[in-house]
């Protein structure tokens, strides 16, 4: 069975601080899907990325990067310079060969002004 | 071009009562599911279609029936309210094969 754990269930910072929120997951699967969403106060929930398990070229868009390693089975989140926008709960979610989407615990980000 | 809609927004059920949670996308997308979300918790799959007339059991079915009698639509049922089932829901859709899925804003639902 899959698994997705987001140990991180609150994190406060100050503004422009970096921030990087960790994600772990399990599956016996060799082909996989890994997503980040953000679900900010008012409550929808918005996709951030998708990587399959082929290609773990990190990815940088803007003040976030995602950084995934196979070795360790992780794929991890990095605010740079946060704002206070950025305060939401942030979800991670794999998904294998099913049709599944199985997501973390989530983990919410305070960023203080 | 409204993505992923579900109606109602916000319900209150008495303990024994029915609904319908109606989910409606118009990104003619194959797959459609159900999620809710507790508490302090990530969301959990209830349902979901991976095409018109198909359906299948997710995480967390008992207690909840669904129909997928046109794509666009997928529907949610209670048909005995339990407070357990107090929660929000989320439908979403997206392509086959590793797609993002596009969610709707939410259900949010009590039972008393």
């Known amino acids: 069975a899959q698994k997705v754990t987001q140990a991180q269930t609150e994190i406060s910072v100050v503004e422009k601080e970096d921030v990087t929120l960790d994600c772990v997951y399990e599956?016996?699967?060799?082909?996989?899907?890994l997503f980040w969403y953000k679900q900010p106060p008012s409550g929808e929930l918005v996709f951030l990325i998708r990587r399959n398990s082929f290609d773990e070229q990190n990815e940088i868009s803007g003040r976030y990067s995602w950084n995934f390693q196979k070795s360790t089975s992780s794929f991890n989140f990095t605010i740079t310079a946060s704002q206070v926008v950025d305060s939401a709960v942030y979800f991670c979610a794999l998904r294998d060969a099913g049709n599944m989407l199985t997501f973390g615990g989530g983990t919410r980000l305070m960023v203080k002004p | 071009n409204a993505g992923v809609t579900q109606t109602p927004k916000f319900r209150v059920l008495k303990t024994g009562q029915s609904m319908t949670l109606l989910c409606a996308q118009d990104?003619?997308?194959?797959?459609m599911y159900w999620y809710r979300q507790d508490p302090g918790m990530g969301l959990r799959l209830i349902h979901y279609s991976v095409g018109e007339g198909t359906t299948a059991k997710g995480e967390v079915p008992d207690g909840y029936n669904v129909s997928r009698l046109k794509k666009q639509n997928f529907l949610l049922g209670l048909e005995s309210a339990a407070p357990s089932q107090t929660s929000v829901y989320f439908c979403?859709?997206?392509?086959?094969?590793?797609?993002?899925?596009?969610f709707g804003p939410g259900t949010r639902l009590t039972v008393t």
């Open positions: 979403a859709s997206s392509y086959p094969r590793g797609a993002e899925q596009y």
């Open positions: 599956t016996r699967d060799t082909t996989y899907y």
């Open positions: 990104m003619n997308h194959e797959y």
